[in-house]
């Protein structure tokens, strides 16, 4: 099943809407991958606007906290539109332990930054990077991860270990390369597993609060991705996933605060 069908929704009324949070998608067993819960809730969110008479096609901005973690199957997603706006439109949407707020705005096939960028990170040639093989993540809805080898992570019985001093690179494609949305960019900027796996090697690390920027269309071909943590301290982590598209641009933007378990 692809990421598409994984967050379709039926419509309940009262801007209400059923999902089947599906297993393609979990991380730790019986819970469901953070930025695809982001990216379910972001589709609804657009559902309401747009019933609500919102124009806007693609969400823009997004910030999600994870309270609890809802448990795979069926779900029901509310949400409320705060404001509908010629240039921008905001949404609420919610589901059982999670909330999450939506800016809604047009992304221009092709744009370039009038002012500022974000350089591409580095990356060796794919066909130099071996595909991540994870238990849970591998082939995940026809996408696929190749890590950067000096960037990687690796997984065996005794847990993850990976190089990259809290970094990791890897190319990302969809489908055999097809055009990634701007809805799915929600998913890929939590995709990849902790970057804080390549410092030291913890349990579970639960996301507690994600925010996330969808800057540009993605033009087709694979995705250029770079996930590093910042700070570890106190039994937190921040990091941040930046994404480029195959013309070198930059596409989405998160950062996130983590949970560890120090060891």
Same mark, same amino acid.
């Given at each position: 099943?692809?990421?598409?069908?994984?967050?379709?929704?039926?419509?309940?009324?009262?801007?209400?809407?059923?999902?089947?949070?599906?297993?393609?998608?979990?991380?730790?067993?019986?819970?469901?991958?953070?930025?695809?819960?982001?990216?379910?809730?972001?589709?609804?969110?657009?559902?309401?606007?747009?019933?609500?008479?919102?124009?806007?096609?693609?969400?823009?901005?997004? &910030? %999600?906290?994870?309270?609890?973690? $809802?448990?795979?199957?069926?779900?029901?997603? +509310?949400?409320?539109?705060?404001? *509908? =706006?010629?240039?921008?439109?905001?949404?609420?949407?919610?589901?059982?332990?999670?909330?999450?707020?939506?800016?809604?705005?047009?992304?221009?096939?092709?744009?370039?930054?009038?002012?500022?960028?974000?350089?591409?990170?580095?990356?060796?040639?794919?066909?130099?990077?071996?595909?991540?093989?994870?238990?849970?993540?591998?082939?995940?809805? &026809? %996408?696929?991860?190749?890590?950067? $080898?000096?960037?990687?992570?690796?997984?065996? +019985?005794?847990?993850?270990?990976? *190089? =990259?001093?809290?970094?990791?690179?890897?190319?990302?494609?969809?489908?055999?390369?097809?055009?990634?949305?701007?809805?799915?960019?929600?998913?890929?900027?939590?995709?990849?597993?902790?970057?804080?796996?390549?410092?030291?090697?913890?349990?579970?690390?639960?996301?507690?609060?994600?925010?996330?920027?969808?800057?540009?269309?993605?033009?087709? &071909?694979?995705?250029?991705?770079?996930?590093?943590?910042?700070?570890?301290?106190?039994?937190?982590?921040?990091?941040?996933?930046?994404?480029?598209?195959?013309?070198?641009?930059?596409?989405?933007?998160?950062?996130?605060?983590?949970?560890?378990?120090?060891?």
């Amino acid at each position: 099943m692809d990421l598409d069908e994984a967050t379709a929704h039926t419509p309940l009324g009262d801007g209400r809407y059923a999902v089947d949070l599906r297993e393609e998608f979990a991380i730790g067993g019986n819970k469901p991958n953070g930025g695809y819960l982001l990216a379910c809730l972001g589709r609804a969110a657009l559902a309401a606007a747009h019933e609500a008479g919102a124009a806007q096609p693609y969400v823009v901005a997004a &910030g %999600i906290q994870y309270v609890l973690s $809802p448990d795979l199957g069926p779900a029901v997603i +509310e949400t409320e539109v705060l404001r *509908v =706006g010629r240039t921008a439109s905001q949404v609420s949407a919610r589901t059982a332990g999670v909330a999450a707020r939506f800016t809604l705005g047009t992304l221009h096939d092709g744009s370039t930054p009038h002012w500022g960028a974000v350089s591409p990170v580095e990356i060796a040639p794919m066909d130099d990077c071996p595909p991540m093989v994870h238990p849970q993540r591998t082939g995940r809805g &026809g %996408i696929e991860v190749r890590f950067d $080898p000096g960037h990687r992570l690796e997984f065996s +019985e005794a847990g993850p270990s990976g *190089v =990259g001093d809290g970094e990791l690179r890897a190319w990302m494609t969809f489908d055999g390369g097809r055009a990634v949305t701007p809805a799915e960019l929600l998913y890929v900027v939590d995709s990849l597993p902790p970057a804080t796996f390549t410092v030291l090697a913890t349990g579970w690390v639960p996301t507690l609060d994600l925010s996330v920027y969808v800057r540009a269309v993605p033009a087709p &071909g694979p995705l250029r991705v770079r996930f590093r943590a910042q700070v570890i301290q106190d039994g937190f982590a921040d990091e941040v996933f930046d994404v480029w598209d195959s013309s070198d641009r930059l596409v989405a933007q998160s950062t996130q605060l983590t949970a560890l378990r120090m060891p």
